[in-house]
Antibody, heavy 119, light 110 residues
């Protein structure tokens, strides 16, 4: 069965960086891409971007463009999302979710990783 | 402020049919298909409806979706207590070149 398992919770200071991992199993990793979606406490969902696990092509949301880098490691079927220059409003649960292409549905989701930004 | 507009809350009694609306524009709902996600407290969203009206394997046929113009709807028939969770609509936005979500609707089963 398709599974996406994310790394554990992080606490960071403003201005720092965070890197969240998402290990995929149960399907051919390079046949799909990975979306990253975040959810601030008590708020809705916000799409951050998508990366192709086939060739590394990315599509980032305008809001985080310049601060985010998404990568994949095909040897371990793992996707990564690094967010830099963290601010308090980056505090959220970050989810990875499988998507065939940038514009197709996110079908399977990871369990989420809480990133807390606090001084 | 979310690009797609959903009512923050909806309610119904057990067994009843309820609908949740999702309003967008020409650059998103009107030109792309709509997905719906269900989110239980403290868990990841789960794909409930895709391509406007398709159910993934395992989703009961009590859940159905539709789209017309710049709006979409999720209908839940035979309302059950376990349906009392959050629902989000989502679609691709051609102008933003990215996914956009509704603000979410909390369904209450009275």
């Amino acid at each position: 069965q398709v599974q996406l398992v994310q790394s554990g919770a992080e606490v960071k200071k403003p201005g720092a960086s965070v890197k969240v991992s998402c290990k995929a199993s149960g399907y051919t990793f390079t046949n799909y891409g990975i979306n990253w979606v975040r959810q601030a406490p008590g708020q809705g969902l916000e799409w951050m971007g998508w990366i192709s696990a086939y060739n590394g092509n990315t599509n980032y949301a305008q809001k985080v463009q310049g601060r985010v880098t998404m990568t994949t490691e095909t040897s371990t079927s793992t996707a990564y999302m690094e967010l830099r220059s963290l601010r308090s409003d980056d505090t959220a649960v970050y989810y990875c979710a499988r998507g065939y292409s940038s514009s197709t549905r996110a079908d399977y989701w990871g369990q989420g990783t809480l990133v807390t930004v606090s001084s | 402020q979310s690009v797609l507009t959903q009512p923050p809350s909806a309610s119904g009694t057990p067994g009843q049919r309820v609908t949740i609306s999702c309003s967008g524009s020409s650059s998103n709902i009107a030109s792309n298909t709509v997905n719906w996600y269900q989110q239980l407290p403290g868990t990841a969203p789960k794909l409930l409806i895709y391509s406007n009206n398709q159910r993934p394997s395992g989703v009961p046929d009590r859940f159905s979706g539709s789209k017309s113009g710049t709006s979409a709807s999720l209908a839940i028939s035979g309302l059950q207590s376990e349906d009392e969770v959050h629902y989000y609509c989502a679609t691709w936005d051609d102008s933003l070149n990215g996914w956009v979500f509704g603000g979410g609707t909390k369904l209450t089963v009275l």
